[in-house]
């Protein structure tokens, strides 16, 4: 029955709404997992989910004044960094009202010929003419799209000739025993996320919509760590809430925990470039 559990894209507007403070609290100002070279990486943190970051602008290959689109902006933390370090224009999309409006009030908004700015918009259905961005990225949004097939297609379909679309996604790879399904599930329901998807589903969406394949990284064991980190964040946080919000925050840093914990949980970092 999970299997099919799928979020309609106000789901998970409204999820983000309310957990966007928290999240971006315990992940260093971003939403997304960071990266550790390996066990001995003390990097922190907000300077490992930076790296995550720059590993996805680099990427990118930008140069200066390139348009870019950033499709799931989050708090808006990625747009306003590769903006800032590769003097470029990023466009960042949410569908979370709340995080339109506070990335929208960043101060770096209208700064340096309006290098950064926010609207609240579905990846599904973007509000941009074909070709229009020399670049696009999304990181972990994709994951969260009912209709990933569709989202890739209007990734493909705004990026003009030429353009590289970079997407960052934790996925599947492998089969799961009944109980670790049960995990995953909590964690689909947590995050508002339909069925997973592994590697090649992501890669048959790009060759639909007319990408190539340049680069399929898989990070999963770099941003392992993300997971009990966060989760231990949480359990401080508790702290500060009443005692029902308490023992839903120690629900989800349990589900986070254990989710990270599946070998079979994998992260890939995957490059396309339109022809
Ligand atoms: N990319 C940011 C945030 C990742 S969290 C970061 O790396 O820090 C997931 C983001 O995807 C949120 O901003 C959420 O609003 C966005 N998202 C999920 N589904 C979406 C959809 N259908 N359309 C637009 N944005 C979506």
């Not at 997992?33 to 602008?57: F, I, K, N």
């Amino acid at each position: 029955m999970t299997e099919q559990y799928a979020p309609t894209a106000a789901d998970v507007g409204r999820m983000y709404d309310q957990s966007t403070g928290l999240l971006s609290e315990v992940m260093g100002g971003n939403i997304h997992l960071g990266y550790w070279r390996d066990g001995d990486d003390d990097a922190s943190v907000e300077q490992a989910t930076d790296t995550l970051t720059d590993m996805v602008a680099e990427r990118l290959a930008l140069s200066p004044g390139a348009r870019v689109l950033d499709i799931g902006c989050g708090s808006g933390k990625p747009a306003v960094r590769i903006a800032g370090t590769w003097d470029v224009h990023v466009t960042g999309i949410t569908i979370s009202a709340q995080q339109a409006q506070t990335a929208g009030a960043r101060p770096e908004v209208g700064e340096g010929n309006g290098q950064v700015s926010f609207l609240q918009a579905d990846g599904m259905d973007l509000p941009f003419p074909d070709a229009h961005f020399d670049r696009v990225y999304a990181i972990e949004s994709f994951l969260h799209m009912s209709d990933r097939a569709t989202a890739v297609a209007e990734a493909a379909r705004v990026l003009r000739p030429g353009g590289v679309l970079v997407a960052a996604n934790p996925y599947q790879q492998g089969e799961l025993t009944p109980h670790e399904a049960e995990i995953v599930a909590d964690n689909r329901k947590l995050f508002e996320i339909p069925p997973i998807g592994d590697a090649d589903e992501y890669a048959g969406h790009m060759a639909k919509a007319g990408l190539e394949i340049v680069e399929m990284l898989d990070i999963g064991e770099n941003v392992r760590r993300s997971h009990t980190v966060a989760a231990a964040l949480i359990r401080q946080a508790q702290g500060a809430g009443g005692s029902a919000f308490s023992e839903e925050l120690s629900r989800a840093a349990d589900i986070i925990e254990r989710f990270g914990e599946l070998p079979q949980i994998g992260y890939g970092l995957i490059v396309a470039r339109r022809p």
